[in-house]
């Protein structure tokens, strides 16, 4: 059974950091594209950052630039979302995603595979 499960969201102030993590499981990371995406009350799910199977590639949206970085641990089976300079626009359910297919893929309806959300709030 494939899984993905979200962890480290929470409470953070303006300028704050946070490391989001993703724990995948019935299957093996190496090679899949990975991706984090986020949802805010009353809008669409947004792609914030992708990776492809081989690494040579990724993509950030704009509102992350600089901010953001998606990562991956191939020993652990695990991806992150490294997120400085926390704006309150960022507050969000956060989402990881991965699909088999390796090459570069930035909207949701290409990911196979979801975990179920991690709240991130930026806030004073």
């Known amino acids: 059974q494939l899984q993905l499960v979200e962890s480290g969201g929470g409470l953070v102030q303006p300028g704050g950091s946070l490391r989001l993590s993703c724990a995948a499981s019935g299957f093996r990371l190496d090679y899949y594209t990975i991706g984090w995406f986020r949802q805010a009350p009353g809008k669409e799910r947004e792609g914030v950052a992708c990776?492809?199977?081989?690494?040579?590639?990724?993509y950030y949206v704009d509102s992350v630039k600089g901010r953001f970085t998606i990562s991956r641990d191939k020993a652990k089976n695990m991806m992150y979302l490294q997120m400085n300079s926390l704006k309150p626009e960022d507050t969000a359910v956060y989402y990881c995603?991965?699909?088999?297919?390796?090459?570069?893929?930035?909207?949701?309806?290409?990911?196979?595979?979801w975990g179920q959300g991690t709240q991130v709030t930026v806030s004073s």
């Open positions: 990776l492809s199977g081989s690494g040579s590639t990724t």
């Open positions: 995603a991965a699909d088999y297919r390796g090459s570069l893929l930035i909207r949701s309806a290409d990911f196979g595979s």
